[in-house]
């Protein structure tokens, strides 16, 4: 009983999670005047670092998602770059520019819009520029005082995007003030909506025209946010060891959706809506994937190498050594 | 100045009392139309279970009068005629073949109203044109002859059709074009020469409300005359008149003219080629065609060239033609066969003859003959 509790302690105290940006889920980042909420957290080490393995606990940098909760009202140009400090920017809450009034907005490629987020919006340039979004929440664009662009490339779920969330009727209508406009060929995927019937639609260079108005025509403007997109979020996929080892472990760090709490926004008091996800392989036995909630790299002056992987899912804790051997309790 | 130019045009030789001839012209709303074919053919009326005679043609427009107005081109328009027979209609229907060249060339206008099932828009038609309420609604064409939106502000709006028009350089001058718009649905089905890169594509929504704005008579003018239009092509064209009502009445068939060079060479668009009358007559058994074809209640005349021929309603020709001109020289037609002079010499030559046989009979009785 002593030795088990010595080597808690032991664990314990040696143990210690080295990343480079102390963030956890929940915790609020803030720059250039807009405000990001941690929705998830997970681990990734850097290609340059950890080219072929991982060389030790101290590899680990914490990467995740974010979402954006505010955006202040004073200015001009909002630029919401594709990530923040590793993470990346997956959504922007409900009614985040309600009755906002910028010149210009940058928008990321989005998973989510929560609902009226561009609700009485009001654009100097004359039109905001909407990219690939996955999901979009109720009412976004409604009374949206702007052109709408949808410059994507792939389908999108427009939901109930220009639909207000009417309790007696779910087929109130609402839409921006100005025309919806968006690339010939990407008619096909606004089609069910009835958007289609009311928007323009361009190929080419009067497109590009459009996307130039957007943001007046500079150039600048748009780079910079491009140039945003070449920000490492760090390797989600890494091994424990070197890539010909017939051992070892190979984790995949993502993120994915709780059941039955829905989407992320929405209600916002609820705190995880979306979780880590570590998938482990084991290369011995190429067929056993384990998928666990939790990864903590763990110092332990014990083990040959210094230290081992702890993991924490539905079925309880489990560790292992680098070379994947299970590790007893 | 233009517009001065028109009117001025229009007065000395287009009122719409003296427009009987081909090539002349007539206003009416602010547009200005060239007659490009007269004629006269029978048509049956359900309602009244009787066979009319009416009085027809075709025109194509050939410039506006009016500025900072909505200006509608109808399908068909009315208008009196010279042509007409007085005692069957009062007007004739022309319809409306095209739009000629530079036809609205630097016009200001509210709006223009372009009706479907044109066969042709002619050069430069609406260069510089401008539409205050923002869009020209353009309907399939036929054809579509070069730089016709050139210079062009407002938008355009061009409707699909059910066939492809045809455009010979319409769309080559691509610094000067405005700015195209068609149905998403009709993105493929416009003009082919027309670069689709060039085009926007506009929801049905948006499509309704441009033509509710600057196409709402226009549409109610095509329903009422929906069979006209349908009816417009070159090769339906062709009208027959049965002369009197007995079967060995003559039968004449108006047709185009040297229709299928028209159709290849595309020349002279904005003048049809001009009819001719085919006349099978049982009472000659002939069959002759004539440039010129006109009738009464008791006569018709026919035409070629210069030479005229008159017959009865039951074919017969009528050889003595003097005594059918009255004596200024015109047949009961109003055309002036004998010119004035000839009329003043034989007028002056009956004189003298008459004066001579004053004296011979004076002479007569003196001498006691």
């Known amino acids: ?329 | 100045m233009k517009n001065v130019m028109i009117i001025l045009f229009v007065l000395l030789f287009c009122l719409p009392a003296s427009a009987d001839q081909r090539g002349v012209s007539f206003e009416k709303d602010g547009v200005v139309y060239v007659i490009s074919s007269e004629m006269i053919a029978r048509r049956y009326d359900r309602v009244r279970d009787k066979w009319d005679i009416v009085n027809m043609g075709e025109v194509y427009v050939s410039g506006v009068t009016v500025t900072d107005s909505f200006v509608t081109i109808p399908p068909i328009v009315y208008c009196s005629s010279a042509y007409c027979r007085k005692d069957t209609t009062v007007v004739a229907e022309y319809r409306v073949l095209g739009i000629g060249e530079k036809a609205f060339a630097g016009a200001r206008l509210k709006g223009l109203a372009i009706p479907r099932g044109l066969r042709f828009i002619g050069n430069e038609a609406f260069r510089d044109l401008e539409i205050t309420d923002g869009v020209l609604v353009v309907p399939s064409v036929k054809k579509m002859k070069a730089n016709i939106f050139d210079g062009m502000k407002s938008k355009v709006l061009l409707l699909g059709g059910f066939d492809y028009p045809v455009a010979e350089k319409t769309f080559d001058n691509k610094d000067a074009l405005p700015d195209f718009y068609v149905l998403h649905e009709d993105r493929n089905l416009i003009v082919p020469e027309l670069d689709k890169r060039m085009l926007y594509t506009i929801g049905v929504n948006i499509y309704t409300r441009w033509l509710e704005n600057s196409w709402r008579t226009v549409i109610t003018q095509v329903d009422n005359y929906k069979k006209s239009y349908k009816t417009s092509s070159l090769e339906e064209f062709s009208f027959l008149t049965i002369l009197g009502s007995r079967e060995r009445s003559p039968k004449i068939t108006c047709r185009y003219k040297s229709y299928r060079r028209f159709e290849k060479d595309g020349t002279d668009i904005d003048m049809m080629p001009p009819c001719e009358f085919v006349c099978k007559n049982p009472y000659t058994n002939k069959k002759d065609t004539y440039d010129e074809f006109v009738m009464n209640e008791t006569l018709f005349r026919c035409g070629k060239g210069k030479n005229y021929s008159y017959f009865t309603l039951d074919g017969k020709p009528i050889v003595n033609t003097e005594g059918l001109l009255d004596g200024s020289g015109r047949d009961p037609f109003g055309l002036q066969v004998r010119s004035k002079e000839e009329v003043k010499k034989k007028n002056e030559a009956k004189e003298r003859e008459h004066n001579l046989n004053k004296k011979v009979d004076d002479l007569k009785k003196a001498f006691g003959f």
């Open chain 1, 1 to 329: 009983m002593m030795r088990i509790a010595l080597a808690i302690i032991f664990t314990f105290v040696l143990s210690f999670r080295l990343m480079a940006d102390d963030c956890t889920v929940g915790d609020v980042i803030e720059k250039d005047g807009i405000s990001y909420k941690i929705l998830v957290t997970y681990l990734v080490v850097d290609k340059k670092e950890s080219p072929d393995a991982i060389e030790g606990p101290d590899k680990f940098y914490c990467s995740g998602e974010a979402m954006v909760i505010h955006v202040d009202k004073k200015l001009r140009d909002v630029v919401i770059p594709p990530t923040i400090n590793r993470f990346k920017v997956v959504g922007l809450t409900d009614s985040l520019f309600y009755k906002h009034k910028h010149d210009r907005i940058w928008l990321p490629e989005l998973q989510f819009m929560g609902s009226g987020c561009f609700a009485k919006l009001k654009v100097g340039s004359g039109a905001l520029v909407v990219h690939n979004v996955a999901n979009l929440g109720v009412g976004v664009f409604d009374g949206l005082d702007a052109e709408l662009i949808f410059d994507i490339t792939r389908k999108i779920n427009l939901g109930k995007a220009f639909f207000k969330n009417h309790k007696d009727s779910a087929h109130v209508q609402c839409g921006p003030k100005g025309v919806v406009k968006i690339r010939t060929d990407m008619l096909r995927y606004i089609k069910p909506c009835w958007v289609y019937d009311e928007c323009y639609s361009a190929t080419s260079d009067n497109y590009k025209k459009w996307i130039r108005k957007a943001f007046n025509g500079d150039e600048a403007f748009m780079k910079n946010a491009l140039n945003d997109r070449g920000y490492s979020l760090g390797m989600r996929s890494y091994s424990t060891t070197p890539s010909k080892a017939k051992d070892g472990l190979l984790i995949i760090a993502s993120a994915e959706n709780v059941k039955g709490l829905g989407f992320p926004w929405g209600n916002l008091t609820r705190d995880y809506y979306r979780q880590s996800k570590y998938t482990v392989v084991n290369k011995k036995k190429r067929r056993k994937v384990t998928c666990y909630r939790d990864f903590i790299p763990v110092v332990d002056a014990t083990q040959r190498s210094g230290w081992y992987v702890r993991f924490l899912g539905k079925e309880g804790e489990e560790r292992f050594s680098l070379n994947g051997k299970l590790l007893k309790k």
